[in-house]
């Protein structure tokens, strides 16, 4: 009897243990749940009730489409507490379509807050696209910006594969699948197809310019022939407005828009997942080189010296 009573006891008491441990899974599962969530959150654009804010947005590098900063772009749009942008730019340009798509949003923003564009060293190309998008342009003498265009590049490697022997092979639907393409000659067809396409996205770009900056079509075009210029001389040309920095930008935003000098100056800041920087990076650089059509950055390019 002493025997079952102990078997019966413990039983007690493995019920009660299973019990124990299944109510500390679940509450643990809710725990992960509610990290969880508040990762997510952190990830997202919050500042905290801190009133009125004037957000500091970073453009650095090339520019390719980026939905991280897209996405907080257009969380700023929805905030209303939001007075204002500085978009600080130190960028030679990127993707045609990156440099559009930053553009689009950030004009999406200034249709109910004013921009204001800080370029650093060099703003040029795409960056310069970025850049139009704010409603007030302010750089550096000595930043290199312009270099209004649009480029493809690829390369020709058939001598060198002939002097090896070796023969490519392509069989393709039509004579214009693929060009150019570096293991075969480009042929005037193709070239001219090229050219239609490269001719047809600097219409654009002029556009754009012509437009933001208030300028006629022709005059942008003549400034648009590749160059660079430095600050002082784009104020010059009317490309930008001011000569300055950050404190300009600032000095703007409260004299000539009637932003608060009270609001907060806050920076944008992305969270971006680890492993998807590590993807890009292998993506936008590595795996590109070991592309055969890695020379393009994944398209059209609006860049200075993409070299």
Same mark, same amino acid.
């Not at 009730?49 to 749009?77: H, M």
């Not at 379509?97 to 040029?124: D, H, Q, Y």
């Not at 022939?225 to 920095?245: K, M």
């Given at each position: 009897?002493?025997?079952?009573?102990?078997?019966?006891?413990?039983?007690? =008491? @493995?019920?009660?243990?299973?019990?124990? +441990?299944?109510?500390?899974?679940?509450?643990?599962? !809710? %725990?992960?749940?509610?990290?969880?969530?508040?990762?997510?959150?952190?990830?997202?654009?919050?500042?905290?009730?801190? /009133?009125?804010?004037?957000?500091?947005?970073?453009?650095?590098?090339?520019?390719?489409?980026?939905?991280?900063?897209?996405?907080?772009?257009?969380?700023?749009? /929805?905030?209303?507490?939001?007075?204002?942008?500085?978009?600080? !730019?130190?960028?030679?340009?990127?993707?045609?379509?990156?440099?559009?798509? @930053?553009?689009?949003? *950030?004009?999406? !923003?200034?249709?109910?807050?004013? !921009?204001?564009?800080?370029?650093?060293?060099?703003?040029?190309?795409?960056?310069?696209?970025?850049? %139009?998008?704010?409603?007030?342009?302010?750089?550096? =003498?000595?930043?290199?910006?312009?270099? %209004?265009?649009?480029?493809?590049?690829?390369?020709?490697?058939? /001598?060198?594969?002939?002097?090896? $022997?070796?023969?490519? @092979?392509?069989?393709?639907?039509?004579?214009?699948?693929?060009?150019?393409?570096?293991?075969?000659?480009?042929?005037?067809?193709?070239?001219?197809?090229?050219?239609?396409?490269?001719?047809?996205?600097?219409?654009?770009?002029?556009?754009?310019?012509?437009?933001? =900056?208030?300028?006629?079509?022709?005059?942008?075009?003549?400034?648009?022939?590749?160059?660079?210029?430095?600050?002082?001389?784009?104020?010059?040309?009317?490309?930008?407005?001011? %000569?300055?920095?950050?404190?300009?930008?600032?000095? +703007?935003?409260?004299?000539?828009?009637?932003?608060?000098?009270?609001?907060?100056?806050?920076?944008?800041?992305?969270?971006?997942?680890?492993?998807? &920087?590590?993807?890009?990076?292998?993506?936008?650089?590595?795996?590109?080189? &070991?592309?055969?059509? $890695?020379?393009?950055?994944? /398209? *059209?390019?609006?860049? +200075?010296?993409?070299?």
């Amino acid at each position: 009897m002493a025997l079952d009573a102990d078997i019966l006891l413990d039983r007690r =008491r @493995l019920k009660k243990s299973i019990f124990r +441990w299944r109510v500390l899974a679940v509450v643990a599962i !809710i %725990i992960a749940i509610v990290v969880a969530f508040a990762r997510s959150g952190a990830d997202d654009v919050v500042w905290g009730n801190i /009133g009125p804010r004037i957000v500091e947005v970073n453009i650095e590098g090339v520019i390719t489409e980026d939905p991280y900063l897209l996405d907080a772009l257009e969380q700023i749009e /929805g905030d209303s507490d939001v007075a204002g942008l500085i978009v600080h !730019i130190n960028s030679p340009g990127g993707t045609m379509v990156g440099g559009e798509a @930053l553009f689009e949003s *950030l004009r999406r !923003i200034g249709e109910t807050r004013p !921009i204001v564009a800080e370029m650093g060293t060099v703003a040029a190309s795409g960056g310069y696209m970025a850049a %139009i998008a704010a409603d007030h342009i302010i750089a550096h =003498r000595g930043t290199v910006t312009g270099s %209004i265009g649009v480029i493809f590049q690829s390369m020709n490697f058939t /001598g060198t594969l002939e002097k090896l $022997g070796v023969e490519p @092979l392509t069989v393709k639907s039509g004579p214009l699948k693929a060009v150019p393409n570096p293991f075969e000659p480009t042929d005037d067809a193709a070239r001219t197809a090229m050219e239609s396409l490269i001719s047809d996205m600097f219409g654009v770009f002029v556009d754009m310019v012509a437009d933001r =900056r208030g300028m006629d079509t022709e005059t942008v075009r003549q400034l648009a022939d590749g160059r660079v210029y430095t600050g002082q001389q784009a104020v010059a040309n009317g490309l930008i407005d001011e %000569i300055g920095g950050r404190r300009e930008a600032l000095r +703007w935003l409260q004299d000539e828009m009637g932003v608060s000098p009270d609001a907060a100056v806050v920076p944008l800041e992305i969270d971006y997942p680890e492993d998807s &920087l590590m993807t890009a990076l292998f993506e936008g650089n590595i795996g590109k080189m &070991l592309s055969s059509e $890695g020379l393009k950055l994944d /398209g *059209l390019l609006t860049v +200075w010296q993409p070299e």
